[in-house]
Nanobody, 125 residues
Framework: QVQLVESGGGLVQPGGSLRLSCAAS????????MAWFRQAPEKEREFVAA????????DYSDSVKGRFTISRDNAKSTVTLQMRTLKPEDTAVYYC??????????????????WGQGTQVIVSS
């Protein structure tokens, strides 16, 4: 089992930055691929970014590529999403997710077995 707790959400103006963090516990963090998803009101949950076990492989949705950066610190069991040049359409609840042991990064929700409770991001002037 993996427990995930997100933090760092909030209200930010368009063009601003936010840094989301996800703290993991309960398993060998370095053996799980990690991802961020988001869900806007009345929309389906969508893939944002993912990172492999040791971090050399990452993937981003087209909508955030070049603006968001995912990283992980296996020693601290954390994964971070640095968000820059935020837009109103980035407003959503952001979820941290982990695959099962030795899972690979994927854009599909069903690849991820463990989920956090989410943190709200609002981009508005």
């Amino acid at each position: 089992q993996v427990q995930l707790v997100e933090s760092g959400g909030g209200l930010v103006q368009p063009g601003g930055s936010l840094r989301l963090s996800c703290a993991a516990s309960g398993s060998t963090f370095s053996e799980h691929a990690m991802a961020w998803f988001r869900q806007a009101p009345e929309k389906e949950r969508e893939f944002v970014a993912a990172i492999s076990w040791s971090g050399p492989i990452s993937d981003y949705s087209d909508s955030v590529k070049g603006r968001f950066t995912i990283s992980r610190d296996n020693a601290k069991s954390t994964v971070t999403l640095q968000m820059r040049t935020l837009k109103p359409e980035d407003t959503a609840v952001y979820y941290c997710a982990a695959t099962g042991l030795l899972g690979h990064i994927d854009r599909k929700l069903r690849q991820y077995r463990f989920w956090g409770q989410g943190t709200q991001v609002i981009v508005s002037s």
